[in-house]
């Protein structure tokens, strides 16, 4: 009787995970690295040739493609930031670099959503000429306000500074 009682709970559990996991949006795989925990990568991902350096929150193996994963619990969005984007972005192609075929596409994590982002061509194209332009930004004599929120303005450590400040 404990037996089938154990059984029972074991099931119930176990489709309280399932249950779960459907709820987060992220595939159920296998975690090959995290940036805590069991499978820690230690050594940070290069693409040289881009000129980035970074570890991505976890990388699943799903298909037999590694897809990366950037995790943000405390945003509570509708849709994604683009600026979140960009960096799953940049996970996408340290991975090619890294590991010589590109995922095929990023999961970011917020607080209750889970978003896609597909890794095609022209997704890449926009990073690189996203760089170009922040390489560009860190010559230049002045440089334009990029967002329109005055709460990223209160905390901006040049808003004492910054003639452009919306706050």
């Not at 350096?53 to 493609?65: H, L, M, N, Q, S």
């Not at 090619?96 to 978003?115: D, I, M, W």
């Not at 450590?157 to 919306?166: E, H, K, N, W």
Request: charged content about 20%.
């Amino acid at each position: 009787m404990i037996g089938v009682g154990l059984l029972l709970l074991a099931l119930l559990l176990l489709a309280l995970a399932v249950r779960l996991r459907r709820a987060t949006g992220v595939p159920w795989a296998r975690v090959r690295l995290s940036d805590s925990g069991w499978q820690r990568l230690e050594q940070p991902l290069l693409a040289p040739r881009a000129g980035l350096v970074g570890k991505p929150d976890y990388v699943i193996e799903t298909r037999g493609r590694l897809v990366p994963i950037e995790v943000k619990p405390g945003r509570h969005a509708a849709s994604p930031y683009e600026s979140d984007l960009m960096q799953l972005a940049a996970y996408c192609l340290l991975l090619e670099e890294s590991v010589g075929q590109p995922p095929p596409y990023g999961l970011l994590r917020y607080a209750r959503h889970t978003f896609r982002l597909d890794y095609t061509p022209a997704v890449r194209e926009a990073l690189l000429a996203l760089l170009e332009q922040m390489r560009a930004d860190q010559t230049a004599a002045e440089v334009a306000r990029s967002h329109h929120q005055a709460a990223r303005c209160r905390a901006c450590g040049f808003r004492s500074a910054c003639a452009q400040r919306l706050a």
